[in-house]
């Protein structure tokens, strides 16, 4: 039955996938798609201009300087005018008026904005109407959500010898800690903390506004010579790549700054990119790269590893670390971006013996405006750049579990047989999604009626084991008379258009396409009318969403997107937002599945992404291939999305592309446990592979990884929660917890998890089994699985079997687990739970809960219980202690868990002289008190005690202690 659906399916996609196949051969990736930056008129322009001031050293005389006549500071923001000198058609000197503003925001955040002056008098010749007539100032817009207002209390601390040479002070941020010092000619603008310079912006002088100028008349070259320099430039009133030639109504309009962070060996960020976490040098050298970390969200398909290709998300956000200090910026702008990255020699610099790392960041249009984090530590900079672009959303707590995906499951037979497989084989999953073949004819909004008849029925079964279905829709809307939702879109003016102001078409999975422009407000709504109760999925409410092809991916267009003249709402170009456009669509579906039901927490995934996604759901790497180097690569990448404020991040397990022999397919599920989203997914030619289809010890050793992962959901889903509320991400680096190693700031192929302590290795090579895992601090480390202690910093042998995951627990911290196996998490939500406690050297240890409904928005009125336990050394008690204020409504939350108990504590580490020969504990809740059994045990080297407390009948709301 299913085979012959399969078969079925196959025929139709493998059709249109073999046309694109001849489109586009599959090499391993398709370089030649994508443009590098000699092929890119702007961003070759704006490395040649690097070079040349590079080649100058000293000398260099940039043509941009403050007017110090102009720069005034109120009110949190020092502002003038910077001048670009030119010359003018008549090779005479003139100067390009560049307004700049230095914000010190109440969050300690300074923003550094740099705009063209606007001509509203005089629309630059050449300027089609239809075009908005100001350089694009709205990145901000859709990525900031926070407070922009300027802090009153930063203070001018400039002297007046100071200011006559153009020289301006101004502390700021917590009691005024930091401090920028703006200079006017050479300009440059440093922020310093702890009486150093951190960030410098413009320190090698590379900032550069392509002013607007008209098109120069061919026709009066001959009478003008500086004009034929202009028109020489190549590419710079148009441009052509892959047979489309880009129109640039506007002409040339990039800008470029450089940004230095003195001291500084190690940048990170700007995801997304398949390599390294710790970004490489981009200008030649062994190990580095030739061309600079691009950002343009692109469909790239099967895309390379360790390189700086652009793939399908962009977030221009960049931390820098180095011993005990940590900084960020961001760079608001939704542009196709390059980044080169250099890093000084040593003894290049007056800042010391370190190296300091040297960036240069380059669009292709829009306004400077950069955003600098001073930290001064990691979790700081997480914080700061989450108050501007806000935290991650909340997830209901199925969506932390796991999802099996396909492209495709091909009818509800389907379906039901494979979720009846994973009760079968006793392994818990949560949703079960739907790939573009659901649909009749890739019509979004509609369902191909012979396969999936009763989709609401559907859904119904899944609902009794409290799972959830999936479904992809995707931006393109196949253009096709009498299809409603194309119709609606097409007359409502509801598309992305041309340059001519048409709407625009292009070619995707249906074949000819309009493109939603989630831009406008009312397409937004449109979209929400597609969601309502009653229509596409009827009234159920276990239907979650899937956006994909949002880069956007055109197949027939310019880089496989859409071309960047064609227009959006407000008659912005798409070069100016194309970044940003998959964010807008993410949101959109966000926000139709809140109106649908606005006490549901929505889930939506999404291929493509900005900064400030993280406020829309989850997101994944894209489509990777089976093969250990895709496995291998995934643990840098989300690194690199998590430090970027993504926290809610994962890959394909198994690999898209190709066919996972067992062992792959095992090791990625050992290693998917711990991907904050964890999803398996695969490519419509690939073979089935269901965790029950591999077979023994395959499937078990999936089940046991699946299971664990389930384990473990009490501690995720508190992750979750820090992370939606300070920004301190689920995968954290080994400079989180140890940023005194500066050795371990490169090491990328081990990751700590969410609160727990657990320090994870995935095992990523063919046959290994052992590995060696890196200690980054001087705490106690425990075998997650066997108890065993390793402890001091370095590199530790450890055996890692085929069935074992290399896991060490850090000493101080508390797991909280729940151990009983059901079919889904929501089934779990009234279990009782486990704690396990891993005591630090002084035999100590910490850990906060964090619980509620799991799926509607009441934790937002107080429903939620937020717990610390502790366990001390000094009078061997360990405690239960509330961490939110008490009201009303969490008490009424807290009366539908009143049953949920603690039903195991298992205590490693502790010296158990100290139990005397007892073998029982008391325990004290509301006034009681009474006893509980305890067993002891000791791992095999003798060397640690596990304590085990069964049963201590001790609920987890309300404080309770335990005496050991
Ligand atoms: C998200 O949607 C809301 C409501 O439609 C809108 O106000 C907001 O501007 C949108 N943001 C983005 C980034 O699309």
Redesign the pocket.
Known sequence: MVMANSLKFVTVACCLFVVLLMAYPVESAKRYLFKTCEQSSFCRRNREYADLAQSKGAAWDSPYAIDSSTVQFDGGVLQGTILKSILDSKGDPTNVELPFQLVFLESGTARFMVDEKQRTDSPISGFPESITQRRYNEASK?AVTGDLTPDDNAIDATTDNERKDGVYKIKFGPDRYFEAVVESKPLRVAFYRDGEPQVILNDRGLINMDHWRAKPDPSQINDDPSLKNELDIKDMWEESFGGSTDTKPKGPESIALDVTFPGYEHVFGIPEHADKFSLRETRGGEGNHNEPYRLFNVDIFEYEVNSPMAMYGAIPFMQAQKKKSSVGIFWANGADTWIDIVKSKPNEQSFGVKKSTETHWISESGIIDMYVMLGPDPTSVYHQYGLLTGFTALPPIYAVGYHQCRWNYNSEDDVAEVDANFDKYEIPYDAIWLDIEYTENKKYFTWLKSMFPTPEKMMQNLDKRKRKLVVIIDPHIKKEAGYKTYETLSKGELAIKTSEGQEYNGWCWPGESAWID?FN?KA?DFWKDQYKPGKFCGYENNFLMWNDMNEPSVFNGPEVSAPRDALHYGNWEHRDVHNIYG??YH??TQ?AMLARNPRQRPFVLTRSFFA?SQRYGAVWTGDNAASWDYLKIVTPMLLSHSIAGFSFVGADVGGFFGNPTPELLTRWYQAGAFYPFFRGHAHIESKRREPWLAGEPYTSLIRNAIRLRYQLLPSVYTAFHRASFDGVPIVRPMFLLAPENEEAFEIDDQFFFGETGLLVKPIVEEGARSTEIYIPDDELYYDYFDETIYEGIGYKHLDAPFEKIPILARGGHIIVRRDRYRRSATLMSHDPLTLVIHLDRSGNAGGVFYMDDGETMAYNRGAFLHRFFMFNAQDNILRSRSMQPSGASSRSYEKTIDEVRIEKIILVGFNTDKLKSARTVEAFQDKKSWSADIHVAETSDGKVSVVTVRDPKVLVIGDWSIQF
């Open positions: 859709w989630t407000p937004a964010a807008t949101n959109a926000q400030g």
